[in-house]
């Protein structure tokens, strides 16, 4: 079965209605119902499989981290739980056989991959904790279907070349294409964090220019992404561009569409929603958010 879908997501969670104070939530209102978009299409292609990439888990000196736990696990709120707002927690099943697979298909392509399992070989006590660049977007992306899909959380190297994270994708989108399973690829980003001198990152008039290229990447040329020059990088302070490059090799492997859906700068970082689709076949129209 093909990969059948991707992403681009952000994992504030104040997009989380729940986790947000009532007179809080309009200023996130347009990722949140960008989001909840995301979470229908996604549901559309009923999904056996989906693959997270995210910049908060596993930190892995110059090697992508692939989670081989047979469960992973987490609560949000995960920083300054306010006792007026409830706790979400979110549990799934690690497709431990994608995983591996991906694993073994990595190293053969000469990427530097390591598989990480927590607690125990195997059974309920090999539980991965999760981090908020999984959680936020698990919380709409698992909700709602018939069958629950099961998860494969990676993590992206920064001290690697771009252009093996990018190759990583490839990877992900070519055993997608040899596998039986339905796969969706989530890129969870946040993008510059320098948007206010507020915030704990101060401010940086590159993190404008940053997030204007991301966005002008997202709509006109994915790859051009990779070429945002080093020092705009630096000082914009994104966790965005080594999942985005993953997101890169998927998109081209699998020749999908994208559809920029929002972009908003709520508080001190900035947020975009895209939806990467395949395109119809010949002669159908149903493919999701059509």
Same mark, same amino acid.
């Given at each position: 079965?093909?990969? %059948?879908?991707?992403?681009?997501?952000?994992?504030?969670?104040?997009?989380?209605?729940?986790?947000?104070?009532?007179?809080?939530?309009?200023?996130?209102?347009?990722?949140?119902?960008?989001?909840? /978009?995301? =979470?229908?299409?996604?549901?559309? %292609?009923?999904?056996?499989?989906?693959?997270?990439?995210?910049?908060?888990?596993? &930190?892995?000196?110059?090697?992508? +981290?692939?989670?081989?736990?047979?469960? *992973?696990?987490?609560?949000?709120?995960?920083?300054?739980?306010?006792?007026?707002?409830?706790?979400?927690?979110?549990?799934?099943?690690?497709?431990?056989?994608?995983?591996?697979?991906?694993?073994?298909?990595?190293?053969?392509?000469?990427?530097?991959?390591? +598989?990480?399992?927590?607690?125990?070989? $195997?059974?309920?006590?090999?539980?991965?904790?999760?981090?908020?660049?999984?959680?936020?977007?698990?919380?709409?992306?698992?909700? $709602?279907?018939?069958?629950?899909?099961? *998860?494969?959380? %990676?993590?992206?190297?920064?001290?690697?070349?771009?252009? /093996?994270? %990018?190759?990583?994708?490839?990877?992900?989108?070519?055993?997608?294409?040899?596998? &039986?399973?339905?796969?969706?690829?989530?890129?969870?980003?946040?993008?510059?964090?320098?948007?206010?001198?507020?915030?704990?990152? $101060?401010?940086?008039?590159?993190?404008?220019?940053? !997030?204007?290229?991301?966005?002008?990447?997202?709509?006109?040329?994915?790859?051009?992404? #990779?070429?945002?020059?080093?020092?705009?990088?630096?000082?914009?302070?994104?966790?965005?561009?080594?999942?985005?490059?993953?997101?890169?090799?998927?998109?081209?492997?699998?020749? #999908? &569409?994208? =559809? #920029? #859906?929002?972009? /908003?700068?709520?508080?001190?970082?900035?947020?975009?929603?895209?939806?990467?689709?395949?395109?119809?076949?010949?002669?159908?129209? !149903?493919?999701?958010?059509?």
């Amino acid at each position: 079965m093909p990969l %059948v879908y991707a992403c681009l997501a952000p994992h504030g969670e104040p997009i989380i209605p729940p986790l947000a104070r009532a007179a809080e939530r309009p200023k996130y209102r347009q990722t949140t119902r960008a989001m909840q /978009q995301l =979470a229908r299409e996604i549901r559309a %292609v009923r999904p056996q499989t989906i693959v997270v990439a995210t910049p908060h888990h596993l &930190r892995l000196q110059a090697h992508i +981290g692939i989670v081989t736990a047979e469960h *992973v696990s987490g609560v949000l709120p995960m920083f300054a739980p306010d006792p007026a707002l409830p706790r979400q927690v979110i549990r799934a099943r690690t497709d431990r056989a994608f995983a591996e697979a991906l694993l073994a298909a990595a190293r053969r392509r000469g990427i530097p991959a390591v +598989g990480a399992n927590y607690a125990a070989a $195997g059974g309920r006590y090999s539980t991965m904790p999760l981090d908020w660049g999984t959680l936020v977007p698990l919380w709409f992306f698992l909700r $709602g279907h018939r069958r629950r899909p099961a *998860v494969v959380v %990676v993590a992206p190297s920064r001290e690697i070349p771009l252009a /093996q994270n %990018v190759g990583f994708g490839a990877v992900i989108a070519d055993l997608a294409e040899r596998s &039986r399973r339905r796969v969706v690829f989530v890129a969870s980003a946040d993008h510059a964090h320098a948007h206010r001198r507020s915030g704990p990152y $101060g401010f940086s008039p590159a993190a404008s220019r940053y !997030d204007a290229l991301m966005v002008r990447a997202v709509k006109d040329d994915l790859r051009s992404a #990779l070429r945002i020059p080093a020092a705009v990088v630096r000082e914009a302070k994104p966790d965005s561009l080594w999942q985005v490059a993953m997101l890169v090799g998927v998109a081209e492997r699998c020749r #999908l &569409r994208p =559809a #920029l #859906l929002s972009y /908003q700068v709520p508080t001190y970082y900035g947020m975009i929603c895209a939806a990467f689709r395949r395109p119809p076949r010949r002669g159908r129209t !149903d493919a999701p958010g059509r």
